[in-house]
Nanobody
Framework: QVQLVESGGGLVQAGGSLRLSCAAS????????MGWYRQAPGKQRELVAR???????NYADSVKDRFTISRDNAKKAVYLQMNSLRPEDTAVYYC???????????WGQGTQVTVSS
């Protein structure tokens, strides 16, 4: 049974930092591309950052130069370091694990991030 458990969310003032963690179990972690997505109230879920099995990364334009995604295959964990947070970063942040072949996709339950102005 695959589980993705996020932690590290909370309330922070604008300009502050948070570090999200996602602990994975029940899968061969190193074979999965990992990502962080977010969903704000009334909006669609959107990609924040991804890190592939090759350690290549990509980011949404809105978070480039502020957020950093990383992974630790030995710990089966992925992280999102968020700096210079803005009120518009307020959302539920979800961890995602995916593979293309075979087509597999898993989600965590999410962690709330609230940035006050």
């Amino acid at each position: 049974q695959v589980q993705l458990v996020e932690s590290g969310g909370g309330l922070v003032q604008a300009g502050g930092s948070l570090r999200l963690s996602c602990a994975a179990s029940g899968l061969i972690f190193s074979r999965y591309d990992m990502g962080w997505y977010r969903q704000a109230p009334g909006k669609q879920r959107e990609l924040v950052a991804r890190i592939f099995t090759t350690n290549t990364t990509n980011y949404a334009d809105s978070v480039k130069d502020r957020f950093t995604i990383s992974r630790d295959n030995a710990k089966k964990a992925v992280y999102l370091q968020m700096n210079s947070l803005r009120p518009e970063d307020t959302a539920v942040y979800y961890c995602n694990a995916g593979r293309v072949i075979p087509a597999l996709n898993y989600w965590g339950q999410g962690t709330q991030v609230t940035v006050s102005s």
